[in-house]
């Protein structure tokens, strides 16, 4: 069984930063973050597999970090530089496997962390 508990969101400043958290249990070889701004669909944000290779959304290209630490199954994304466009809830998703496109997987997701930019 896949659980996923996300933390660390909040609210900050343009410019600033935040380190968002995803303690994991079940299948964690391909694992990822995606965020859901009001009105607007899920995206992807950034991909990472068990062999550390990241796919990452132009948008956040240079400002987001993902990382994932095996030993303690925790998944983390360092946001630095943000912007009010950040703004949404994000979500760690975990998936059994994925095809070509990394963000169109079978995943099971966590509830979600808000992340709120203000200008």
């Known amino acids: 069984q896949v659980q996923l508990v996300e933390s660390g969101g909040g609210s900050v400043q343009a410019g600033g930063s935040l380190r968002l958290s995803c303690a994991a249990s079940?299948?964690?070889?391909?694992m990822a973050w995606f965020r859901q701004a009001p009105g607007k669909e899920r995206e992807g944000v950034v991909f990472i597999d068990n062999f550390g290779n990241t796919d990452y959304a132009d948008s956040v290209k240079g400002r987001f970090t993902i990382s994932k630490d095996n030993i303690v199954n925790t998944l983390y994304l360092q946001m630095n530089s943000l912007k009010p466009e950040d703004t949404a809830m994000y979500y760690c998703a975990s998936a059994p496997w994925i095809g070509i496109d990394v963000f169109d997987a079978p995943y099971y997701w966590g509830q979600g962390t808000q992340v709120t930019v203000s200008s």
């Open positions: 079940g299948f964690t070889s391909n």
